[in-house]
């Protein structure tokens, strides 16, 4: 509620609120988080992780400008449940669920970056409700952009971090805690889309 009312009362442009805000909003948003550790979890060379991110980042960066740019408001339980659908997804996919089930892979790229377009219309859907400020509107988007993309970055770095100190220790540990943890996000993201769906007022 304080960052709204900031939002509200400001007008011009402020780079540096705006990449306060958008880190905040990355570092305290699990639908982000979720998704980046179901994309991390099996990767393994930092060219790979640095792909993928920057895939998503691609996605949620252009659909969140766009989608305030043009006041293209979509309904936010649709948009979150369909982002529980992409973490359950994700952590299906690092669990080879669509190549036994169906005999075939899904393009995890296309993948990445479609479900990036959707956290990004959720993104923008959040800043529309704030009735920001025309004035000063694009760099301040783009500041918000930058945060997010900080935010974004320190997350991965951490998590990638951890994960390739548990992977010197042993292989097969790491490999387990990648399985551990992409079925704790499957059961998060499903959480997430059972309540949305079914209980938008709350459990």
């Known amino acids: 509620e304080g960052d ?5 009362e400001i007008s011009g442009v402020n780079i540096i609120p705006f990449i306060y805000l958008g880190a905040k909003h990355m570092v305290t948003g699990y639908d982000h ?5 179901g994309v991390i979890f099996f990767l393994y060379r930092l060219k790979d992780v640095g792909l993928y991110v920057s895939l998503f980042a691609l996605g949620h960066s252009i659909t969140m400008l766009l989608g305030v740019y043009f006041n293209i408001g979509i309904n936010s339980y649709l948009i979150d449940a369909i982002i529980g659908l992409s973490v359950v997804y994700k952590a299906m996919d690092n669990l080879g669920a669509f190549q036994s089930w169906f005999g075939f892979q899904p393009n995890t790229k296309a993948a990445t970056i479609i479900f990036g377009f959707c956290h990004g219309f959720g993104l923008s859907s959040k800043i529309i409700e ?5 004035d000063g509107l694009v760099p301040n988007l783009l500041a918000f952009n930058v945060g997010v993309e900080i935010g974004q970055l320190g997350i991965v770095l951490v998590v990638a971090s951890l994960l390739a100190a548990i992977r010197r220790r042993s292989e097969w540990l ?8 992409s079925v704790v996000v499957i ?14 007022s709350g459990l």
């Open 33 to 37: 988080i979720l998704f980046l550790f």
């Open 187 to 200: 059961a998060a993201g499903a959480y997430w889309f059972v309540e949305r769906v079914f209980y938008p």
């Open 130 to 134: 704030y009735n920001i400020s025309p």
């Open 4 to 8: 709204r009312g900031y939002i509200q």
């Open 174 to 181: 790491g490999l387990r805690v990648a399985m551990a943890g």
